[in-house]
């Protein structure tokens, strides 16, 4: 596999960030699983074995995992055990949280075997006043999930970095919501809206439970491979395994110039050569 100039620079400036993981914790790393979303459509079962083979340790499903029935999230643990590969977290639509649908979300994750339950989106909110309600909503959220085993999570996007009257909304979701709520944090959103995604890991200690290692850069957007673009990586990571508490990392990959697997492995690959694990 050839490796740019800019990563093989990347990769020798993180050698301290391999040191220190072999020193700590493993942290596993899985697989967003939206970044390989058209191989899912054509064979569910066979993108996860492919995935699994490629090496990833975990996979996050979104949102179109809470239409399948109770048998075929059976299936689909049996799958994962089969493939000693694990579903930590799920990412679903707002609608999910609402009193009337979280029961299922529940049911769902429990048979998947997942940690944690993630919004991952709120819509087009417009007001710090809509952002509170939203707070509010995965505050009682988290109150139905607890006795399940299960926390509650809410995943970012370029909004939740844009201020709003003063404020971003993000600060309002972490202000009004549980300590042991996730702020799952999108790397590459975060750094294109002009955020320091370190100082913001510093200033939650313990809530960034999970990243998703997207890239970005000013030249390619979200084409860019994993550390291939603007993201400071080797001063995150030290972050989310310092301060953090990051318990898994995701690869998340919105398009680049190669296949979704062909993607998904060299971005692995990346992550390996960067942190050394």
């Not at 390989?36 to 074995?49: A, C, P, S, W």
């Not at 709120?122 to 988290?142: E, F, P, S, Y």
């Not at 926390?151 to 309002?172: A, S, V, W």
């Not at 300590?179 to 995604?197: A, H, N, R, Y």
Request: net charge neutral.
């Amino acid at each position: 596999m050839s490796i740019t100039r800019r990563s093989f620079l990347g990769t020798a400036a993180a050698a301290p960030i391999a040191l220190a993981a072999a020193r700590g914790k493993h942290v596993p790393v899985g697989l967003e699983m939206y970044s390989v979303r058209h191989e899912m459509e054509k064979d569910l079962n066979g993108t996860v074995r492919e995935v699994a083979q490629i090496g990833y340790k975990d996979v996050e499903f979104f949102a179109p995992y809470y239409n399948w029935t109770t048998d075929q999230a059976k299936d689909m643990r049996k799958l994962l055990d089969e493939l000693n590969i694990r579903c930590l977290s799920t990412h679903n639509s707002a609608s999910n949280f609402q009193p009337e649908n979280l029961q299922k979300a529940i049911d769902l994750n429990k048979i998947l075997g997942t940690r944690f339950v993630v919004m991952s989106s709120a819509g087009r909110i417009t007001t710090q006043d809509g952002w509170r309600k939203v707070a509010d909503t995965l505050t009682a959220a988290c109150e139905k999930l607890r006795p399940a085993g299960l926390r509650g999570g809410y995943h970012n996007h370029q909004l939740e970095f844009t201020p709003l009257d003063g404020k971003r909304p993000i600060e309002t979701i972490a202000a009004n919501t549980p300590k042991d709520f996730m702020l799952q944090l999108d790397v590459g959103t975060c750094v294109e809206m002009g955020s320091d995604p370190v100082a913001w890991i510093n200033a939650n200690p313990g809530r960034i439970n999970s990243l998703h290692l997207k890239d970005w850069s000013k030249e390619r957007g979200y084409r860019v491979l994993f550390g291939e673009g603007a993201v400071p990586w080797k001063d995150v990571l030290a972050a989310a395994e310092k301060t953090g508490g990051v318990e898994f990392y995701l690869i998340e990959q919105e398009g680049s110039d190669y296949s979704e697997f062909e993607t998904a492995e060299k971005c692995l690959a990346n992550f390996r050569k960067l942190h050394g694990a």
